[in-house]
Structures are given as structure tokens and as C-alpha cells.
T-cell receptor
């Protein structure tokens, strides 16, 4: 089946630094990818929709200057957490659906990235 | 924003028993999907049921959908310890360009 690869799977960084997370669709093209955030024992909260070749769409309450999203190609989206603070520590997951398929609406998820800001 | 509510929030059963999880949602949907998440991992797609379907089976999984009540259920039969995970329902459209909206999830523990 289709695979979405997310890297890194975990990262520890110091407060004030920036961290980049990559999300790649390995065997399909995705004009749109999605970034979610998940706190322990909670559900996935949509942060933003990443659009290939255009600006990302952010959910209410998500700071676009803090969570920079770039979708430079049909198979790669990146999320950069800028000037990270301990409260940004969380589990970040990307997702993509094959935008060419009309009936195939299954979403594929990356493995997730555990970010710890110290 | 979250679309739905799952209940129960946590479920603990013995191996071999059946596990039933319910999901309710608020808006009209084109399809409803169930996903599984092992602790600290990504999500794995289990099953998709379209709005014009009422029941669907996949192995030990059975999903029902009642659009009049805006609810769905996931039944796992003959549970195994390896079924221990969190289960989420998600609603979506037929377009690949819209995100899935997730419920709060049910944490299932299957005790051997």
C-alpha cells in the first residue's frame, strides 16, 4: 500500500532553536498534505493543510510564523518549528491522501515525530 | 476542530472477548473511517465505510454506520493482546484535498 515517510521519528532540541520535520509520500503524489499535533492520550488536532506550490492553510489558533510549512514538490512537505519552547513538545504527525484518486479516500500517515524541547 | 466523540474513552477486556467502540459525529459526511494507533506511533487505516453503506466487514472487524443517528460502531471480535491500541474514527469527504477530522479515540486494552 501507499507509504508516507516522516523524518525524524524523534528529536530533542534546546529552547530557541528550530526543528524541521519532513513528510514524504513514497509512491503517490499528494498535492495536499496535512499536519497534526497530538498530546499524550489525546486525539489528533489538525494544525494546517499544506498545499503544493502555494501557501499553507492554518487552523485557528495555530501560529503560521511559528510553524512554517513548505510544500515544494508533489511528494514532500516540511514543518519547521521555529524558536521552539518546551510547550511545543508534542507528537507531530503528517498525513497525505492520493489526490488523483476519486474514490480512494484512505489517508496514509507518517510514523510521527516526537519533539522534546528542553 | 474535532468532529466526533468516541465512547468509551477507555475499554479493558480479556483476550477472546469482543470489543465494541462507538463514534458519533456532528455534520454530514461522505465516509467514515476507523484508524488504529499503537502508542507513540502513526495511524494505520483499518476500514472505510461510505455514507450509503450500513455495514462492512474486514477480518475480525465489523463496522456499522447509521447516518440518521450520525453514529458508527467498530466491533473487534475474538480480541487478542496485540489489539491493544487506541482506535479513532474520522470523517472525511471524497476529495483528497480535505483533511480527516478525528474523534477523541478509545484506548483499548486487551488482557492476556
Amino acid at each position: 500500500g501507499a507509504v508516507v515517510s516522516q523524518h525524524p521519528s524523534w528529536v530533542i532540541c534546546k529552547s530557541g532553536t528550530s526543528v524541521k520535520i519532513e513528510c514524504r509520500s513514497l509512491d503517490f503524489q499528494a498535492t495536499t498534505m496535512f499536519w497534526y499535533r497530538q498530546f499524550p492520550k489525546q486525539s489528533l488536532m489538525l494544525m494546517a493543510t499544506s498545499n503544493e506550490g502555494s501557501k499553507a492553510t492554518y487552523e485557528q489558533g495555530v501560529e503560521k510564523d511559528k510553524f512554517l510549512i513548505n510544500h515544494a514538490s508533489l511528494t514532500l512537505s516540511t514543518l519547521t518549528v521555529t524558536s521552539a519552547h518546551p510547550e511545543d513538545s508534542s507528537f507531530y504527525i503528517c498525513s497525505a491522501r492520493d489526490s488523483r484518486g476519486q474514490w480512494n479516500t484512505e489517508a496514509f500517515f507518517g510514523q510521527g515525530t516526537r519533539l522534546t524541547v528542553v | 476542530s474535532q468532529q466526533g466523540e468516541e465512547d468509551p474513552q477507555a475499554l479493558s477486556i480479556q483476550e477472546g472477548e469482543n470489543a465494541t467502540m462507538n463514534c458519533s459525529y456532528k455534520t454530514s459526511i461522505n465516509n467514515l473511517q476507523w484508524y488504529r494507533q499503537n502508542s507513540g506511533r502513526g495511524l494505520v487505516h483499518l476500514i472505510l465505510i461510505r455514507s450509503n453503506e450500513r455495514e462492512k466487514h474486514s477480518g475480525r472487524l465489523r463496522v456499522t454506520l447509521d447516518t440518521s443517528k450520525k453514529s458508527s460502531s467498530l466491533l473487534i471480535t475474538a480480541s487478542r493482546a496485540a489489539d491493544t491500541a487506541s482506535y479513532f474514527c474520522a470523517t472525511g469527504s471524497n476529495s483528497g484535498n480535505t483533511p480527516l477530522v478525528f474523534g477523541k479515540g478509545t484506548r483499548l486494552s486487551v488482557i492476556a
